[in-house]
């Protein structure tokens, strides 16, 4: 194998996203490369900058492509561009071609199905230059025969993930200026499956890295690039007990590690008064909840009957209890989903009062079971995707929906002008919420001083000095 091999990765990230939360996926790809071929030059564009500027800069042997659905049409058109302009072959991965190899755009030479580690490597193993060789022998891959799509058998996941190095932060360019923060997978999968997820269909089973694995690499976060919060982006990080209470063990034989603090994902239905517990004891100030929805039928639907509205409550009223930021996300626009059904989430949140709140237009993703009810009541093509199922994810204050909507095939069946108001009301519910956490404190301090008589003291005192 030629061990100056260059490869050039391109995501489907701009900074903003990239500095929320860097592309993990090809950080980890990137440090296994370079552990296994010592001479590799990897490199990677963002969506931001010139791409085919900077390939004719670097002059890679291979493009690596990594993309969600939400950008593969745009990936897609990129691919076309930089085959008419370069020979280099494109290895196309990430979730949607994972689970729509069938998309397989022309452009690309093959795509990597699922975990992307050990394909890459025997990808590479198989390169002679130009192209690769043995391809019909190696596991987990798409690719075409004389214009035929040749789907491989699937590769088994890593059984030890310890195996797989810490991922190469200094190529994903993150900016460490957000509070010095990191972000952080401990897991690959989730044991549940709700309708708006693809993860157990991209992961098939769960797999966690040991305690010893994430202490140590909390520690180089720390030593390295002096972060002083980790956002823990696992599906489910709590999953298991036992290996939360082994990482506060660790971690308290690490004096740097006392003073991090940490954000995690939890599911309401399993967040008990001893998770809260080793959740406080391990450092984490705020949890996200993925509540979805505040009526129980739509609940019922978008988790398959597995959470009631009184766990969510009770959920939450634990997180409060702890002293812990409480961040809930839910979904509107599902199908058979109905405007009374909307106003009692509207409702449902209002109620909950939560830190802060994100509301998302229902997407039927690839892999997703709602991408499956989305064809059966007609509102997606069968195996295709099309930019006109995806909307937005987050409500922003200056939002125009009217204009967002345009072109775009919603899951719901609710009337377009009937949902366009729900839309504009979310928002106004979000900006409510959202407002932020400094300034909910001085409305309390504020209330307390009204309510208390303190506000005499206190200007009194003011008009003194
Ligand atoms: C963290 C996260 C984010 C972060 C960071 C994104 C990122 N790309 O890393 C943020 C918040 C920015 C984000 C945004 C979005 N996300 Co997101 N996100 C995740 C999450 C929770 C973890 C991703 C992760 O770090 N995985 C761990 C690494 C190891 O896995 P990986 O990235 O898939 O990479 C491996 C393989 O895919 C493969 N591989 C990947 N790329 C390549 C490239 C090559 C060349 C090769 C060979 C292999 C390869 O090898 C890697 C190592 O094994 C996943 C759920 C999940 N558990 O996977 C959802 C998930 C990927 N996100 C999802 C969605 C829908 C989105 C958004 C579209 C939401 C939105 N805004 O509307 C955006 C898309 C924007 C974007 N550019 O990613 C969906 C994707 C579904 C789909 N069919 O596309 C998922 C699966 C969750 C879900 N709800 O179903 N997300
Ligand atoms: S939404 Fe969360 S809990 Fe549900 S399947 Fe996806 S990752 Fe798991």
């Given amino acids: 194998m030629n061990e100056n091999l260059k490869i050039h990765f391109i995501v489907d990230m701009d900074e903003q996203s990239s500095n929320f939360a860097p592309h993990l996926g090809v950080g980890y790809l990137s440090a296994f490369l370079k552990q296994k071929i010592p001479g590799i030059k990897i490199s990677l564009s963002l969506m931001s900058d010139d791409l085919l500027k900077d390939i004719n800069t670097i002059n890679p042997d291979i493009v690596g492509f990594s993309c969600t659905s939400r950008y593969f049409l745009q990936f897609s058109s990129l691919a076309q561009e930089i085959s008419a302009q370069f020979s280099i072959p494109i290895i196309w991965g990430g979730v949607h071609i994972s689970i729509a190899p069938h998309e397989l755009p022309v452009a690309a030479s093959i795509g990597v199905l699922g975990e992307g580690e050990l394909t890459v490597f025997e990808l590479l193993e198989n390169f002679n230059g ?82 010893e694995y994430v202490v140590s690499e909390m520690r180089s976060l720390v030593e390295k690039y002096d972060v002083r919060e980790i956002l823990l982006f696992d599906d489910f990080f709590a999953i298991n007990k036992q290996r939360v209470a082994k990482i506060i063990e660790l971690k308290r034989t690490v004096p740097n590690l006392a003073k991090i603090r940490f954000e995690c994902l939890s599911r309401v239905d399993s967040f008990s008064e001893e998770m809260a517990q080793l959740l406080k004891e391990l450092g984490v100030y705020r949890i996200s909840f993925g509540i979805e929805s505040g009526c129980q039928k739509t609940l019922d639907y978008l988790k398959n009957k597995k959470v ?104 719901t069946q609710i009337e377009p002008e009937i949902f366009l108001s729900l839309l504009e009301e979310a928002k106004n519910i979000l900006l409510k919420v959202n407002i932020s956490y400094k300034q909910k404190l001085r409305k309390i301090v504020r209330n307390l001083i009204i309510n208390t008589g303190m506000g005499f003291v206190l200007s009194s005192k003011k008009h003194s000095t």
């Fill in 130 to 211: 130009s192209g690769f060789e043995n391809i019909h022998s190696i596991q987990g891959i798409v690719f075409r025969n004389v214009g035929k799509l040749i789907v491989n058998e699937k590769r088994p996941y890593i059984e030890n993930l310890d195996h797989v190095p810490k991922p190469d932060l200094d190529l994903l360019r993150v900016a460490w200026n957000r509070r010095n923060r990191a972000v952080m997978t401990t897991s690959r999968g989730c044991p549940y499956k709700c309708r708006v997820c693809a993860s157990s269909t991209f992961w098939d089973r769960t797999r966690l890295f040991s305690a």
């Fill in 308 to 411: 009631k509205l009184s766990q969510v409550v009770d959920a939450v009223s634990l997180a409060k209890r702890y002293g812990f930021q409480c961040v809930g996300s839910f979904v509107i626009g599902s199908p058979y989903e109905t405007e009374v059904d909307i106003r009692e989430t509207f409702d449902f949140i209002n109620r909950l009062k939560l830190t802060s709140a994100q509301i998302t237009i229902a997407t039927p993703f690839p892999g997703t079971e709602m991408w499956e009810d989305g064809k059966k009541i007609g509102k997606v093509r069968d195996n295709q995707w099309s930019d006109e199922y995806y909307v937005l994810f987050g409500f922003d204050a200056d939002l125009n929906f009217r204009e967002l909507l345009k072109g775009k095939s919603l899951l």
